[in-house]
């Protein structure tokens, strides 16, 4: 197949030329469609790009992406070049796809994207993410990274980017979600994210449901991976917290004696816990972070260039838009991508924690496969009205749907059909509100975006010239 693509719109029509699961309605999909033969395949005709360096794999259903980022600059700070891979983009394709802090270029996608067309057999096409995932594991290898850290996209078991041999397996939490692609059962989902667990490879297990628990560490077993449960190895005391950030206090349990000895007689204590920065709102941030120091600390065992201050450094420079993000003070308004009742639970106890006494509104859209019940009755109790929206995306759901939910539990909506209506309701509502916008990546991603273009200063990822 032969390609010419002159600009980064033809690139990305050329990608979404191929079958797009994430585009697509939840019923039209069979979980048999998923097959990793397409794109080993593909990675075979490009001389397997990915065994070029040392990847850091990571999988769940909360929480993946801010643990990958913190692992992305825990290595970067020390010295090593590495790559990004995550997904879904906010704003830009070109997010999925950074190294060294920087997202790949137009150009460079251009590049890639042809030089990817080429090596497909036209008789077993690649899906979309297929696609990207060849692409980024080429770059990274044309960049020469030392280390990819690598989000899968849906699962695990079957997902494009479990063609890769990492030194190193992350599961963060697992809740249901997705249920129509990964089963209907935590035990389900659990052995599906617990595929990314491979022979002789050391996990790092975040705590789990007990069920979930038992099938990770059961397929952790079979397979001699060394297990690192992080909620046994790991002790952590948030020491300070807003709403921009908080420092947290991590040891290892084996020191649990070590703990009490320090707190009791602090003066003449040698042993110091680690202190760490994270500029992430939220209890749930403070776990992703001690996922991420265990893994970290993992690494160290065979990167000699990782140390306590390189470790500090990265998780203090962690970005992660979008998750209890506050991108106006007067009034405040918080971007946050929850988009099931665990995550939703979670935003929920970081607005008690910082805004509890303050009126809330909220700004909720979110797609026609989630559990719209489920986090309305959540959201409901501790929030004062909603304004009802829908992002662009072809899988948003109706917002007369979740306007029939917002008032079946009890609350004050309108109906705002476009994201514009819904940030113009915010820009001319009570100024004494907060205004937490919700419920979906997508919903979130637009409010911002149009935010960005209001306020080019704004920050975000650095983008290749």
């Given at each position: ?139 990274f290898r044309e960049q020469k990274v030392e280390y990819a850290v690598v989000e899968t996209g849906l699962g695990g078991r079957l997902d ?306």
């Amino acid at each position: 197949m032969l390609a010419h693509l002159e600009t980064i719109d033809d690139a990305l029509d050329a990608i979404y030329s191929f079958v797009d699961y994430s585009m697509t309605h939840a019923e039209e999909i069979s979980s048999a469609v998923f097959s990793l033969n397409r794109i080993t395949e593909l990675l075979n005709r490009l001389n397997n790009p990915q065994e070029a360096y040392r990847c850091i794999h990571i999988a769940g259903t909360k929480g993946k992406g801010s643990v990958c980022t913190m692992i992305y600059e825990g290595l970067r700070a020390s010295g090593y070049k590495t790559g990004l891979y995550t997904s879904p983009h906010l704003i830009h394709f070109n997010e999925r796809i950074q190294v060294d802090g920087k997202m790949i270029s137009d150009a460079e996608l251009i590049q890639l994207t042809e030089k990817v067309i080429e090596k497909i057999d036209p008789a077993n096409p690649p899906s979309s993410f297929d696609m990207m995932t060849a692409i980024a594991f080429e770059y990274f290898r044309e960049q020469k990274v030392e280390y990819a850290v690598v989000e899968t996209g849906l699962g695990g078991r079957l997902d494009s980017t479990n063609v890769v041999h990492p030194v190193l397996t992350v599961i963060t939490s697992i809740s249901m979600d997705h249920m129509n692609f990964l089963g209907d059962t935590i035990e389900k989902i659990a052995t599906e994210k617990g595929g990314i667990i491979k022979r002789n490879v050391p996990l790092i297990a975040a705590a789990q449901d007990p069920k979930a628990m038992e099938v990770i560490r059961k397929i952790a077993e079979e397979r001699n991976a060394e297990w690192i449960d992080v909620d046994k190895n790991y002790g952590f005391v948030p020491l300070k917290d807003s709403v921009d950030g908080q420092r947290l206090m991590i040891w290892e349990r084996k020191e649990q004696n070590a703990l009490r000895n320090w707190l009791e007689n602090r003066e003449k204590s040698i042993w110091k816990p680690w202190e760490v920065d994270i500029p992430l709102a939220g209890y749930h941030q403070s776990i992703n972070a001690v996922i991420a120091f265990a893994a970290l600390m993992k690494i160290r065992s065979f990167a000699d260039k990782i140390n306590e201050k390189s470790i500090s450094d990265g998780l203090a420079k962690t970005f992660w838009p979008c998750r209890f993000e506050k991108v106006s003070i007067d009034p405040p308004v918080i971007l946050d991508g929850a988009h099931n009742p665990d995550s939703i639970e979670k935003l929920v106890m970081t607005l008690n924690r910082f805004y509890g006494t303050k009126r809330i509104t909220c700004v909720f859209g979110c797609s026609e496969d989630k559990d719209l019940s489920g986090m309305i009755r959540i959201l409901a109790p501790f929030v004062s009205d909603f304004i009802v929206t829908r992002s662009t995306h072809p899988r948003s759901m109706e917002t007369k749907q979740i306007y029939d939910e917002v008032l079946s539990n009890g609350r004050p909506a309108v109906i705002r059909e476009s994201l514009e209506l819904a940030l113009r309701d915010i820009d001319n509502g009570d100024k004494n509100n907060v205004y937490i916008v919700t419920g979906s990546l997508f919903v979130t991603a637009g409010i911002r975006e149009l935010l960005m273009k209001r306020n080019p200063d704004m920050k975000y990822f650095e983008k290749k010239k």
